[in-house]
């Protein structure tokens, strides 16, 4: 043993010693940790209620940070259950891990304190003797919620350069035992960390939860409407016959994540379909896997509804709704067709991962219209998805492109279900083999695979089209002329991204065409088949996998276009030397067959997008009178004069680009005060940074174009993760505008921010932040939830690179 390695082994024995010696400090003052049941049946008159009175507090401005996986610590505040859970020092988002992690689910994977305990989570509540005193002095909540009230948040233009607001900063889970460290250490991160602190009254009503021993009532009862409608949903899913019970499992494996609504219900009413062990009409207990196609592990199990009880935010929330007409829909798709199951597919990983094979037996025509029903909820779910954020996956796309898919009945391929089941081999996703480490081999193999699927697609084209003609409009999807999914457009804000219908912004460099089976593939990939919890080998296939997904979009995208033009198109998407492997090992296929459309300019591949546009109307074309203006006058003229006044200046942002918006973030948020604030307003910036390809996983700051990088203006709100708040009165509108357009610097910039941006240390910042939670609410009732307040005034690349607003 060399001298290096002693010091470590006595580094580690003193750490526990001094861990101990607290613990025991803590026993004696305060007595043993003990399991405490916080339940009661009623708050006494004048006790604090936590639904009531200490959650609305906790939602708009704790959870604004500590929710979904990349809570700080796994403290996870949107309800009861994650404040007793605690937290944790183990790192969700870990790229380095080499073995899988036991998930950490709330709600899922354990469901009381000591269940929590045991899997290494630490109490944020006391649990030891259950006294006044003792109940704030060792509850890690309070703690940190005084240490902001001693030390409030600076009212300096900037911040103290002790704060780290870099997305990947190095978390600091203090517990109660060592919480004097770190208070001496960090006095000014008290929590909400980097942000303006909780105002006296709402301070004093967590303390006086705290001090009455964090008790809790039973939450609020299903309504009797509720239950009805669940059961009559429940009984559809647990049918008995073997073509009902794969419904029902195809189904479930595409709703597992979503945030369920049912159009009878309150409009902030949620619910998850799960599998229980239990039938219905008795508690729901949620069979616990990794995956939703994961061997359940018992010989019988039913489809429930379980109730959300965590507060929405939205960088995870999915909002998918369930009525009446939707089950109508999936008896006309499913149970209606003539066909026969003869046997339930196996849960193994190698067959379960591939839905091409599992599903074999249910008709690909309905299969692909279920997904082209809700189309944005499905491409949500891996843009968006569970898991918060995923920059690893993100950086796959680019920052702004357009999608549309092929028509589910004029598309022969996503209707031959034959044909799907006899190339299923031909698709295995990186989910079969769990997590493992051999990536090289892994990818070699997925990549030899995805030649053969072309080529046999290629084929059957071949054998459908003798007279090497290619595609046309009519083979595009019009969402039959009353789906409004048909055209979507998806930016990415670096490790996060937005989803949106129509065709929005400028446009882009890049679109997708989604047929059945790519669809398909991509949900399983990053969606059904992608785990969190799982090891470097398991993240990183995931990525180089959906390489080969993208790219078949992408093509999928050019057999539209004229074949002479196509090899120049693509040329421009992967530039660099390092992108040439592209060509070699992902070949364009139907490169021989001409497009059937008539181009009549030198630029085909913006003729196309503008062709898809027209070919959706009037449903789905939305009209973008901000960024795609024909002439220098151009509004909505079913809009008030306050939003037309506003818009005619505020789409001058747009038409600037390249080096002069190296300094704007990536999502801005802006307030237009009106004279009567009804008529106030909300728009969105969002910076599109771009790559010269996305050929690779690493190095994106030196694949940088900046020259090519854009802005885009919506209205409303987009992106979960906002980066600034600017707020102008209508009557400055002109100098606003004069202003952002003359950004060219640092000085500039910071002039400008003086001005109109609100910062995390602007007095009023709470009051803007709330402001954009309810107007997002009254936008979008069904689909909004709190933002995300982690990378605020975050606007450089870089985490270690940070400059505020």
């Known amino acids: 043993m060399n001298k290096r390695d002693l010091c470590l082994i006595l580094i580690i024995i003193v750490m526990a010693g001094c861990a101990t010696f607290k613990a025991n400090e803590f026993a004696k003052k305060y007595g043993p940790m003990q399991t405490i049941d916080r339940t009661v049946e009623t708050m006494a008159p004048g006790e604090v209620s936590f639904y009531a009175d200490v959650q609305p507090i906790l939602e708009k401005r704790c959870d604004v940070c500590h929710s979904c996986y990349d809570a700080p610590c796994q403290m996870k505040l949107t309800s009861f259950e994650g404040l007793e859970r605690g937290g944790s020092r183990i790192l969700v ?30 109490p944020i509540l006391n649990e030891r003797g259950q006294t006044p005193a003792a109940n704030i002095e060792n509850s890690v909540l309070y703690m940190m919620l005084q240490l902001k009230k001693e030390h409030p948040q600076p009212t300096a233009e900037l911040l103290p350069a002790s704060f780290d607001i870099g997305i990947d900063r190095k978390e600091t889970c203090a517990t109660a035992e060592d919480f004097e460290a770190y208070k001496e250490k960090y006095p000014l991160w008290g929590m909400p960390y980097a942000l303006p ?68 219900l309150p409009d902030r009413e949620f619910y998850r379909l799960v599998r229980s062990k239990t039938p219905p009409g008795e508690e729901v207990v949620e069979i616990n896997t990794a995956r939703p196609y994961d061997d359940p592990g018992v010989d019988q199990f039913w489809y429930r509804f379980q109730k959300v009880e965590s507060v929405i935010v939205a960088k995870d929330h999915t909002a998918y709704p369930l009525n009446d007409q939707k089950m109508n829909r999936y008896r006309d798709l499913f149970l209606k067709n003539d066909y026969e199951v003869n046997r339930l597919p196996s849960y193994e990983p190698e067959f379960a991962s591939n839905p091409l094979k599992t599903f074999a037996y249910l008709p690909a025509g309905a299969r692909y219209r279920f997904l082209l029903d809700d189309a944005r909820f499905f491409v949500m779910g891996f843009i968006k998805g569970p898991v918060c954020r995923g920059q690893v996956a993100l950086n796959v796309i680019n ?31 990186p989910a079969e083999r769990e997590s493992n480490l051999r990536i090289v ?13 072309l080529e046999a697609k290629e084929q059957y084209l071949k054998d459908m089209h003798p007279d090497n003609l290619g595609n046309d409009m009519e083979i595009i999807w019009d969402g039959d002329g009353h789906n409004d999914n048909a055209l979507l457009t998806i930016f990415r804000h670096f490790d996060s991204a937005s989803v949106e219908k129509g065709f ?30 799982g090891n470097v080998g398991h993240q990183l296939e995931t990525r180089l996998y959906m390489d080969f997904l993208r790219m078949e979009g992408e093509n999928n995208f050019l057999s539209f276009l004229p074949k002479d033009k196509r090899k120049k198109i693509k040329a421009e998407w992967y530039k660099g030397e390092k992108a040439k492997y ?39 074309n939305v009209v973008d009178h901000l960024n795609r203006c024909p002439d220098e006058d151009c509004v909505d003229m079913n809009t008030g004069p306050v939003e037309q006044r506003a818009d005619r200046f505020l789409q001058k942002m747009s038409i600037i680009n390249g080096p002069e918006i190296q ?143």
């Open 93 to 122: 988002y870990n790229s380095a891990r080499l073995k899988r992690d036991i998930p950490t689910r709330l709600f899922v994977d354990a469901h009381s304190a000591d269940q929590w305990r045991k899997m290494d989570f630490h």
């Open 197 to 264: 602190g909780l105002t006296d009254e709402e301070h004093e009503i967590i303390i006086k939860w705290l001090k009455q021993g964090a008790r809790i009532t039973k939450g609020p009862e299903m309504s009797e409407k509720a239950r009805q409608i669940i059961e009559r949903w429940e009984d559809f899913f647990n049918g008995s016959s073997l073509k009902e019970m794969l419904v029902s499992r195809y189904i479930y494996e595409h709703l597992f994540h979503a945030r369920l609504h049912f159009d009878a």
């Open 663 to 805: 300094l704007v973030p990536d999502v801005t948020f802006i307030h237009v005060v009106a004279q009567n604030q009804d008529d106030d307003l909300a728009y969105t910036v969002i910076r599109n940074k771009a790559l010269s390809n996305n050929a690779f996983m690493f190095g994106e700051d030196k694949r940088r174009i900046v020259e090519d990088d854009t802005l885009t203006l919506v209205k409303g709100h987009v992106g979960s993760y906002p980066n600034a708040f600017c707020r102008v009165h209508i009557d400055q509108i002109h100098n606003f505008v004069e202003g952002f357009v003359k950004i060219r610097d640092r000085l500039t910039y910071y002039h400008f921010a003086r001005q109109y941006a609100v910062k995390r240390t602007s007095p009023d910042f709470w009051e803007e932040a709330d402001w954009h939670y309810q107007m997002y609410l009254k936008e979008q009732p069904i689909d909004a939830g709190q933002f995300d307040m982690f990378r605020f005034n975050r606007i450089a690349e870089k985490s270690d690179s940070q400059f505020e607003w």
């Open 504 to 533: 929005i912004g400028d446009f882009p460099k890049t679109g997708w065409i989604l047929d059945f089976p790519l669809l398909e593939r991509v949900h399983y990939l990053l969606v059904a088949g992608f785990n969190v919890f």
């Open 582 to 620: 592209i060509d070699k090992h992902n070949p364009f296929y139907g490169l021989e067959r001409e497009t059937r459309i008539h181009f009549a300019t030198d630029d085909p591949k913006k003729e196309f997008f503008k062709m898809l546009h027209q070919h959706v109307r009037p449903f789905a």
């Open 441 to 453: 081999s892994a990818v070699s193999k997925y990549s030899a695979m995805q030649k053969k699927y």
């Open 399 to 429: 920052d702004h492109f357009f999608v549309a898919f092929f028509d589910p009945e004029k598309d022969k391929i996503s209707n031959d279900t034959r044909f799907l089941a006899e190339v299923s081999d031909l698709v295995p996703l």
